[in-house]
């Protein structure tokens, strides 16, 4: 056993081989959580431009209520076209990520990943 005085030249090289494992294993799990938080980032995209374009509708029906003075119809008009914009807007860009999402899963599949399943080349009909 080395003493407390005496250099340990092999505990250097030892923290360095650990140190590059730990990179290692950071790396391999970085896609898999980076394609998990584009997922929910995306998620919350689409909430907040449903709840946002509900909010800007009710917020311009609430002006016209105000200096026009048209009632509760102005709010009431403004809430159904803010709901119907956003809806509008949210199904389109949910629609869009989908296709994104497929075009990556397409993408994968040519690349020679298929999910798993049986490495054994397929047989020949006759």
């Known amino acids: 056993m080395p003493k407390a005085d005496e250099p340990n030249d092999k505990a250097p090289q030892s923290l360095d081989a650990r140190i590059a494992a730990f990179e ?3 790396a391999a799990e970085a896609p898999k ?11 919350y995209r689409l ?10 509708g009710l917020g311009f029906g609430w002006l016209l209520d ?23 807007i949210v199904v389109r860009k949910a629609t869009k990520l989908s296709a994104q999402a497929s075009a990556r899963s397409a993408k ?19």
């Open 66 to 88: 105000r200096y026009a003075g048209t009632g509760p119809w102005g709010m009431v008009g403004g809430l159904l076209i803010g709901m119907g914009s956003s809806i509008y």
């Open 108 to 126: 994968d599949v040519t690349d020679g990943d298929t999910g798993g399943g049986s490495t054994a080349p397929k047989q020949k009909r006759d």
């Open 33 to 43: 959580r980076a394609e998990h938080e584009k997922s929910s980032q995306d998620g």
């Open 24 to 26: 290692a294993r950071k």
């Open 47 to 56: 909430l907040a431009d449903l709840i946002g374009g509900v909010l800007v």
